[in-house]
């Protein structure tokens, strides 16, 4: 927590620019001008950011004896900052005889920009005790480092610090505050400092905007950033980014396109952040030739963009084109991180590629990086869905840390694809031994016993979810046609145009049926007799979405389905008729991955 604020300390007012020995005027003059001139040149350096003549201008600051100039200080330490050498700031920040706020505000912000939270959070404390009062750019920048570290007690603190130093009416201080509550998931309170502003800016927007995309609150982002739009605000690539990502994440494909629009027509296409946002919606709406388009047209990436492309990739069944896009990160001098090789061991398992997932795991240890609960859970997932249940049940038990929820959800998953009951159950058992868990375990372990037609087990499993009050999620599927999005449930009949839908359905099963099309029963999980069976799987919703989509859409374009839930096997067979029939291209994304049917064939090639 921060301390009280201490006492107004003594106005600090650069000292002179002439050396203690007294000069002439003509001195003094040269003296000054030399100053300037450095001054200029260190912000034209930062602006560049040029570190080899930068470290050149310093070796000659320090041979003029100015180092010591509380300005030439800043301008350093700000250099070095931009440069991401904060360590090299520090340095500068310590050997720094006298400490202006401003020279508190420099290094405080290169360690919150250079990812050193903890630092500039203990140097905001560093100047507190030293009795310098914390201003307008100290604010920001120590906010800032709350919301890396989703220290919302210590923003709270910094919160009520400037309120009492009257710098919450700042502009910039009061968009940081909004951007830190934000982004550590306390909307509420993000959005009354917002409402409270006398003025706004882009930070302050971007941030209310972001919030509520994180949070899964849709609508309201595309509220807030239409209304910011009406108001006149300057948006930036930060505001974009934030926008293309609730597009992505609720497959608004159409006002995504627009909003790309918006970004080509403002000249923010050639963003990065923008540009992974851009890859990630295209990805998530089926889209993956967009999303490559995107890719390649952005000359300069950052990791995001490299990561939002491998994820791409491996969702849509690429696998090949993401190993060639590791190669080319790598020989591009692009270090991969931990979410990297989340993208290539997703790739492996979604294609059976088990020696290869060994090998990305592997190489994660020779980049120095740790693998987590989520790396093991998808070399769980690897193995448990290539049929090699006791590997996965080994890695599980030979993990250096304690398996997780999702580490034990991997080897349901796989003993749910193979029919080994008995394995499940111990996984459960083991899961159970965690305490409270999600409601997607009971389910898998329901779904295994009922598959093994042991349903006394799986009832049992589905009344240990009645116990805690949770009910399983619905299945549904969802189409868009213009801004509009139509959903639909198993056996729904609620739409404008069931009758046609239904209609459909029952023509598309006749022309099946003559193509080979047997319904495999084994997915409908309950005990029923063999024709309510049939019933219940002809109307699972994805059928009702793509027969929707079949009536609605031109033959020409391709019909984009989106599931909230993974497609049974039959209904997976199913749409590849449905594909071969009616001539169509039909895209479904599961809660797993996407799946292009063509001609009577998926690129998943059966394995998912």
Request: proline fraction near 4%; include cysteine; glycine fraction near 8%.
């Amino acid at each position: 927590m921060l301390h009280q604020l201490p006492k107004e300390p003594p106005s600090n007012h650069p000292p002179s620019l002439t050396p203690q020995n007294p000069l002439n005027h003509h001195q003094s003059f040269s003296f000054e001008q030399k100053y300037r001139n450095t001054c200029n040149l260190l912000l034209s350096l930062t602006h560049s950011r040029s570190l080899s003549k930068g470290l050149q201008l310093h070796a000659h600051i320090i041979k003029s004896g100015i180092q010591t100039i509380p300005l030439i200080s800043h301008h350093l330490i700000n250099f070095y900052s931009k440069t991401q050498r904060p360590l090299i700031s520090r340095q500068i920040f310590l050997e720094a005889p006298t400490k202006s706020s401003t020279t508190w505000s420099s290094i405080i912000s290169s360690f919150a920009q250079n990812e050193l939270p903890s630092l500039a959070l203990d140097f905001f404390r560093q100047m507190l005790h030293a009795g310098v009062r914390p201003d307008d750019h100290t604010f920001p920048s120590a906010t800032k480092a709350c919301a890396i570290l989703s220290r919302c007690d210590v923003g709270q603190s910094m919160h009520c610090l400037a309120v009492k130093t009257g710098f919450d009416g700042d502009v910039f201080v009061g968009s940081s505050v909004v951007d830190m509550y934000a982004k550590c998931g306390e909307i509420k309170n993000a959005r009354n400092v917002f409402d409270g502003m006398p003025d706004k800016n882009v930070v302050s927007w971007s941030g209310m905007i972001y919030g509520y995309a994180q949070m899964g609150e849709d609508e309201e982002a595309l509220r807030l950033f239409k209304q910011a739009l009406q108001e006149g605000l300057d948006v930036n690539d930060f505001t974009f980014s934030s926008v293309v990502r609730v597009c992505g994440s609720s497959t608004l494909l159409e006002l995504g396109k627009q909003i790309h629009g918006l970004c080509l027509k403002m000249s923010y296409n050639s963003s990065s952040f923008v540009g992974s946002s851009l890859i990630s919606l295209y990805s998530k709406c089926g889209v993956i030739e967009g999303a490559c388009r995107i890719f390649d047209e952005i000359s300069i990436r950052n990791l995001g963009m490299w990561n939002a492309m491998l994820i791409a990739c491996a969702q849509h069944a690429q696998t090949d084109k993401a190993f060639n896009l590791f190669k080319q990160m790598e020989s591009d001098g692009m270090r991969p991180n931990f979410i990297t090789f989340l993208c290539m061991l997703y790739a492996c398992s979604h294609a059976g590629l088990v020696e290869e997932g060994k090998h990305y795991f592997e190489l994660m240890k020779q980049y120095g990086i740790e693998p987590g609960e989520q790396h093991y859970a998808s070399v769980v997932d690897l193995l448990g869905r290539a049929g090699k249940l006791q590997d996965a049940l080994s890695v599980v038990k030979e993990m250096p840390i304690q398996p997780t929820e999702s580490v034990w959800g991997a080897l349901l998953t796989g003993c749910r694809i193979h029919g080994d009951t008995e394995l499940a159950a111990y996984a459960a058992d083991r899961v159970f031994e965690l305490g409270p868990v999600s409601p997607g375990l009971h389910v898998l372990l329901s779904n295994a016993y009922a598959a093994a037609e042991r349903y006394e087990e799986a009832a049992r499993a589905r009344k240990m979810l009645r116990d805690q009050g949770v009910k399983k999620e619905t299945g549904l599927s969802w189409v868009e046609v213009g801004n509009k999005v139509h959903t639909f449930s198993a056996g729904d009949r609620s739409h404008s145009k069931s009758i046609e839908i239904y209609q459909k359905l029952e023509e598309l099963g006749d022309e099946m049926e003559q193509a080979g099309y047997v319904a495999d029963t084994s997915f409908v999980l309950r005990k029923v007799d063999g024709e309510e069976k049939n019933q219940a799987i002809r109307y699972h919703s994805e059928r009702l979405a793509i027969a929707f989509g079949l009536i609605t859409f031109p033959p020409e374009r391709p019909i984009r389905v989106m599931k909230n839930l993974r497609v049974c096997g039959d209904c997976h067979n199913a749409i590849k008729f449905m594909s071969k029939c009616s001539g169509r291209i039909i895209i479904v994304r599961d809660n797993n991955r996407f799946h292009t049917f063509e001609d009577g064939k998926c690129s998943c090639g059966d394995y998912w």
